[in-house]
């Protein structure tokens, strides 16, 4: 199973996504407070003080507490004759008396930040759920039926002889079997072609794929209700039984984690290093994959001269081979050398968003090991 999901605000580290939202929202409040007050003026510190006391101002992580300590401190070392001092406190009530009303309109503004969030975190919770309920069912399903890491009849991926770019589709799928664990998914979505999985992130999906398009999936869940999670799906150009030169898949970059969100952790060197692993299961065969290129570009005006990668799905020759190879090496954010591989490997394409250009685009490209 992937490893549980660690959601950071600065230095804070909070285990669950409920204590991450109780802190966005604590935050908020203090920037909010922050850009219409001067906390370090002794008459407001007082003031902010007495409201946070009374619970006109309300925090809810420690990120709330700590802020409330800051003032705290502001108090009792610059002004704590301003609290015993009440002429002075209303005095300084004439100068700051739009405060009067912060604490309203904090809590009114919390209440609202609490009623978006929390159905926004609804929204999240519920794929979430059913994801978890998926993976725990394929998981089940595949102990049940002794976890073989054998292939469906006839799917041999390898080509030992002969011209390694005619591809032909000589595997019927009538003619296999599907994998026990993964007859209840495509029971319940017959568009479901596979499961995908890679260990030290959060991804662990079922894989679906339409026939005619790469649209459908973008909006909907694996259950096909609207959902802007998206689910992960296979380019439709691509063959997952009778194997192209390139499988493309592609997955939302949520800001939640959800689908391919945590594969921006690749941009990180260390976790590249350590985290080279993918399992993409079809419905009929259990595949390994090892990554070896982690690429960012972007998508491409209709008229630009540029190499396309998410165009590349079938080698049909050497120069078309070499020239997906040429890119991925000139895109790599790592060292990428094409004479890696051969004319015989079947490569995983993982597509996503990454905005650090506009209409910018992370790829991860996997060699099939297995």
Known sequence: MSEAKKFTIGE?????????????????KIELINGKLDVHDPEVAVKLYGAIRDGSI???????????????????ESNIGLLEDKAVVDEAEGKVKYQK??????????VILFAYFGVSELKDYLPTKRLGQLAEQVETSGSAAGGSATAGDGA??????????????NIKRENLVILPEYQPLVEANSDTVGWLRIPGTDVNYPVVQQADNNE???????????????????????????????????GHNMKNGLMFGSLDQYLDEDFFNTHRTVSFNTIYEKRDYEIIAVCLSKVEYQDANAYRYYNFIQANNRAEWQAFLNNV?????????????????????????????????????AKRVK
């Open 58 to 76: 309300h925090f809810r992580s420690p990120i709330g507490a700590q802020f409330s300590d800051h003032i705290s401190d502001i108090v009792a």
């Open 12 to 28: 804070f580290t909070f285990d669950t996504f409920h204590e991450y939202r109780d802190a966005q929202e604590d935050l908020k």
């Open 329 to 365: 090496k000139s895109l790599s954010v790592y060292d990428f050398d094409p004479a890696s591989v051969l004319e015989t490997d079947k490569f995983l394409t993982l597509s996503t968003c990454n905005n650090y250009i506009e209409d910018g685009r992370l790829f991860i490209v």
């Open 156 to 169: 041999d991926y390898s080509i030992s002889a002969g011209n390694p770019f005619a591809w032909s589709e």
């Open 101 to 110: 009303y912060i604490g309203v309109f904090v809590a009114a503004l919390g």
């Open 216 to 250: 459908y999936y973008l909006k909907r869940s694996f259950d096909k209700e609207e959902d802007s999670n998206g689910t992960l799906f296979v380019d439709y150009r691509s063959d997952i039984v009778n194997q192209n030169s390139n499988t493309i898949i592609y």
